[in-house]
T-cell receptor, first 114, second 114 residues
Framework: GENVEQHPSTLSVQEGDSAVIKCTYS??????FPWYKQELGKRPQLIIDIRSNVGEKKDQRIAVTLNKTAKHFSLHITETQPEDSAVYFCAASFNTGTASKLTFGTGTRLQVTL | DTEVTQTPKHLVMGMTNKKSLKCEQH?????MYWYKQKAKKPPELMFVYSYEKLSINESVPSRFSPECPNSSLLNLHLHALQPEDSALYLCASSQEPRIYYEQYFGPGTRLTVT
């Protein structure tokens, strides 16, 4: 089945710095790559996603890049703020035929310090 | 209304009890999902319903029994659970079973099995 690796597991940055989280996936047929943010005690929320026909996507301070050849995708957060502190999960889709499913990475705990 | 609701928020049950978790969405989504999330771990897919039919069962033990009574409702019936089943159970929905669409997560039910 699909395997998604995510690094680093924890990341501490100072407010205003950039943060980068990297993921690799195993199934070359995967075609959709969302990123979720989960604050403590809350539900995962989609922050950005990218489809396999696109190499890069940006939404204000957040950007995602995809390298299909290398099966890598990354999340970039610029000008980090304390409210960016959370656990971030990458995911990759896998199509079974009747439905698709997401496989999540192991998560990155981002801490933004003042 | 872009919300998935889940009840109850918390549930404590003994190993001999029978209980049910409920999930509801009124976004007209045709795919619904159950995930299990242990502390500091990513969500782990359990079941996928596609147009009210079970499409994916990720080899979940039979003590978990899903049910989709209609396109807006998803239940998870619990019976004879084990303490290791204690976790956050998340429901999600998406517009179509193919994963090109965002999955919206509910707030979860925190289950404790004693």
């Amino acid at each position: 089945g699909e395997n998604v690796e995510q690094h680093p597991s924890t990341l501490s940055v100072q407010e205003g710095d950039s943060a980068v989280i990297k993921c690799t996936y195993s199934d070359s047929a995967s075609n959709y790559f969302p990123w979720y943010k989960q604050e403590l005690g809350k539900r995962p929320q989609l922050i950005i996603d990218i489809r396999s026909n696109v190499g890069e996507k940006k939404d204000q301070r957040i950007a995602v890049t995809l390298n299909k050849t290398a099966k890598h995708f990354s999340l970039h957060i610029t000008e980090t703020q304390p409210e960016d502190s959370a656990v971030y999960f990458c995911a990759a889709s896998f199509n079974t035929g009747t439905a698709s499913k997401l496989t999540f990475g192991t998560g990155t705990r981002l801490q933004v310090t003042l | 209304d872009t919300e998935v609701t889940q009840t109850p928020k918390h549930l404590v049950m003994g190993m001999t009890n029978k209980k049910s978790l409920k999930c509801e969405q009124h976004m007209g989504h045709r795919a619904m999902y159950w995930y299990k999330q242990k502390a500091k771990k990513p969500p782990e897919l359990m079941f996928v319903y596609s147009y009210e039919k079970l499409s994916i069962n990720e080899s979940v033990p039979s003590r978990f029994s899903p049910e989709c009574p209609n396109s807006s409702l998803l239940n998870l019936h619990l019976h004879a659970l084990q303490p290791e089943d204690s976790a956050l159970y998340l429901c999600a929905s998406s517009q179509e079973p193919r994963i090109y669409y965002e999955q919206y997560f509910g707030p979860g039910t925190r289950l404790t099995v004693t």
